[in-house]
């Protein structure tokens, strides 16, 4: 198998015992970052490593089996309904952190449609669904409207979000002449149509890409952007800066930089919560008022904790942007700072 430090040969146990995720990346990404200046930062997203092999971490990082209420259905937010509507994604990140299913045989995505739509019409507390995975946009454009046949009578759902990288992987799948009547659809039954697009770095957004955006702006569809803060690919403020203000002036909203998560097979992407904090300020100060939308985000088991600051007190300050527990959400909390920690479970309590 060929890794960006050389070739290997690995047997497929050794593969499944490191749970290497399979490789595959599209022509149109290949391309993309060829021609884009930046390959040498963005072949790291695609293309594996040696460092799979030595990353340690778990495959659940943010407790999704245990906010699991129906096969397929994750709430683990009041307002959020979380759908895996498939397994499979256009090319395959190295540092996901669903590779314990995404690109293989999974037990985990929806199946039932119909009992998730119970679940979602006994709990009027949700008012969006997300549909993930893996990627939606790989599946047909008749899926995804046989998808929404549950969704889209339900009257308490105020939006349908669409968590996607295939505008950057395909973008010319949002081409598909069927697609305007499928938000066309999501309109006329009341909701809001939303695509979260995930672009890492500027040199994945192609002018496929930003042509597709602009269109589906014209037809309604709201986008927001989010992005994981990943070493050697994106820790650079000036990158970011650049690639939020591209957002910004495409109609995406930037909205979540995630701190990358210590995933089995993936944590040598994680930067530490000092350099990242650095990354953040330094993103901020780059860009004007309106185009600083984002949060710097740990999707924690607990919650998603918004990154604040390292104080001169030697702690490091956060507040939960979102939680189970209603009463925590935005209250800002600290713990005593640890040189290289990554991660909430890194810091000591105290
Ligand atoms: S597109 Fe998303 S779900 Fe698919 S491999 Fe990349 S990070 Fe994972």
Redesign the pocket.
């Known amino acids: 198998m060929k890794f960006i430090e050389g070739t290997r040969v690995v047997a497929e146990s050794e593969l499944q015992t490191n749970s290497i995720?399979r490789y595959h990346a599209t022509k149109f990404y290949h391309d993309q970052i060829k021609n884009s200046g930046y390959y040498d930062q963005l072949k790291y997203i695609v293309e594996p490593s040696f460092g799979e092999f030595e990353s340690p971490g778990n495959l659940d990082t943010s407790g999704e089996h245990d906010n699991t209420v129906v096969l397929g259905l994750q709430h683990k937010y009041a307002q959020t309904g979380l759908l895996l509507a498939t397994d499979s994604?256009?090319?395959?990140?190295r540092?996901?952190?669903?590779?314990r299913f995404?690109?293989r045989a999974s037990d985990e995505i929806a199946l039932d449609f119909g009992q998730i739509a119970r679940y979602i019409v006994n709990h009027p507390e949700i008012s969006n669904v997300l549909l993930?995975?893996?990627?939606p946009f790989v599946l047909s454009t008749a899926k995804l409207d046989k998808i929404l046949d549950y969704l889209l009578p339900i009257p308490h759902l105020a939006s349908i979000r669409f968590?996607?990288?295939?505008l950057a992987?395909e973008p010319k799948r949002f081409e598909d002449p069927a697609l305007p009547a499928l938000f066309q659809r999501v309109h006329e039954a009341g909701k809001a149509a939303v695509i979260v697009t995930?672009f890492d770095h500027i040199g994945e957004i192609s002018g496929d890409a930003e042509r597709n955006i602009l269109s589906l702006r014209t037809q309604g569809v709201q986008f927001f952007n989010q992005s994981?803060l990943l070493a050697k690919v994106n820790d650079d403020p000036e990158i970011l800066a650049a690639t939020f203000a591209k957002c910004h002036q495409m109609g995406v909203r930037p909205y979540y930089l995630f701190q990358a998560r210590p995933v089995k097979g993936a944590s040598h992407f994680q930067v530490s919560l000092r350099r990242g904090l650095e990354i953040a300020h330094g993103i901020n100060q780059r860009l004007s008022g309106i185009q600083k939308t984002f949060k710097y985000i740990m999707s924690h088991y607990t919650g998603k904790i918004e990154i604040l600051d390292l104080g001169a007190d030697g702690r490091v300050y956060m507040r939960y942007h979102q939680n189970k527990v209603p009463e925590k959400i935005g209250r800002i909390f600290s713990r005593p700072h640890l040189e290289g920690a990554c991660w909430l479970d890194d810091l000591p309590e105290g």
């Open positions: 995720t994604c256009v090319s395959y990140c540092f996901c952190f669903r590779k995404v690109g993930s995975g893996g990627d968590g996607t990288k295939a992987f995930h994981v």
